[in-house]
T-cell receptor, first 114, second 116 residues
Framework: GAGVSQTPSNKVTEKGKYVELRCDPI?????LYWYRQSLGQGPEFLIY??????ADDSGLPNDRFFAVRPEGSVSTLKIQRTERGDSAVYLC??????WGDGYTFGSGTRLTVV | GENVEQHPSTLSVQEGDSAVIKCTYS??????FPWYKQELGKGPQLIID?????GEKKDQRIAVTLNKTAKHFSLHITETQPEDSAVYFC???????????????FGQGTILTVHP
C-alpha cells in the first residue's frame, strides 16, 4: 500500500481482556517496529522485526505483551490481561534499510482500557 | 541506554519568525538524528535527519545542526507558517557499527504554535 496501515484506529476494551493490534507495513519493507506513545510523551520502543524474526524485543514491558510477524509482512501486537496502564497509542513503523533513517509511521491504534 | 532531552516543551511564535528546538543525547555511539512532526491523530512524520558525519543539513525552511562533541542537535525553522503548528520530536539511534538497526530513542516533544 501507499503507507503503513494500522487497524483498528481505536480500541476500547475492559480491564483483563485480550487485544490484538494489526500493522500492515509498506510493501517490500523488511524492517518493522512497534512503539508505544503515552499522552504528552514521545514514542517508546517496544519491538523490532527484521523479516519474520524479532531482532530486539527489549522494549516489551512484560510478558503480557507479545508480537508476531509470521510471513515477514503483516505484524500483530498482542496484549493479554490488559491493564488500565496499557492505555496509549500504539504506533507501527516500517523501513527498507537497516538504519532508522526514513522509516514511515502509521497513524497508530489508540487503545483505551476501562 | 540512550537518553534524549528536548527543550522547550512549548514554543509560541508569530508567523514569519524563526523557531529553534534543542535536544541533547547521552550515548556517544549514537550516529543518526531524525526530527519528526506529529499532527493531532496522526503518526510522526520524518521532516529532516542528520548523520554524525555532517554538522549541518538544510531543506528549504528547515535546518538541523549537530555538535557531536557537546552531544546536542537543534532544529531550526525559518519563516514559520501557521501550518507548521504541531508537536515536534527529536530522536537518536545507533546505526551500522553498533546495533545496526533503527531503534529510536525520542525526546519528550515540543508543542509549536505559530500565530497568524
Amino acid at each position: 500500500g501507499a503507507g503503513v496501515s494500522q487497524t483498528p484506529s481505536n480500541k476500547v476494551t475492559e480491564k483483563g481482556k485480550y487485544v490484538e493490534l494489526r500493522c500492515d507495513p509498506i510493501s517490500g519493507h523488511t524492517a518493522l517496529y512497534w512503539y508505544r506513545q503515552s499522552l504528552g510523551q514521545g514514542p517508546e520502543f517496544l519491538i523490532y522485526f527484521q523479516g519474520t524474526g524479532a531482532a530486539d524485543d527489549s522494549g516489551l514491558p512484560n510478558d503480557r505483551f507479545f508480537a508476531v510477524r509470521p510471513e515477514g509482512s503483516v505484524s500483530t501486537l498482542k496484549i493479554q490481561r490488559t491493564e488500565r496502564g496499557d492505555s496509549a497509542v500504539y504506533l507501527c513503523a516500517s523501513g527498507a534499510g537497516r538504519w532508522g533513517d526514513g522509516y514511515t509511521f502509521g497513524s497508530g491504534t489508540r487503545l483505551t482500557v476501562v | 541506554g540512550e537518553n534524549v532531552e528536548q527543550h522547550p516543551s512549548t514554543l509560541s511564535v508569530q508567523e514569519g519568525d524563526s523557531a529553534v528546538i534543542k535536544c541533547t543525547y547521552s550515548d556517544s555511539a549514537s550516529n543518526y538524528f531524525p526530527w519528526y512532526k506529529q499532527e493531532l491523530g496522526k503518526g510522526p512524520q520524518l521532516i529532516i535527519d542528520i548523520r554524525s558525519n555532517v554538522g549541518e543539513k538544510k531543506d528549504q525552511r528547515i535546518a538541523v545542526t549537530l555538535n557531536k562533541t557537546a552531544k546536542h542537535f537543534s532544529l531550526h525553522i525559518t519563516e514559520t507558517q501557521p501550518e507548521d503548528s504541531a508537536v515536534y520530536f527529536c530522536a537518536a539511534s545507533i546505526g551500522a557499527g553498533g546495533t545496526s538497526y533503527g531503534k529510536l530513542t525520542f525526546g519528550q516533544g515540543t508543542i509549536l504554535t505559530v500565530h497568524p
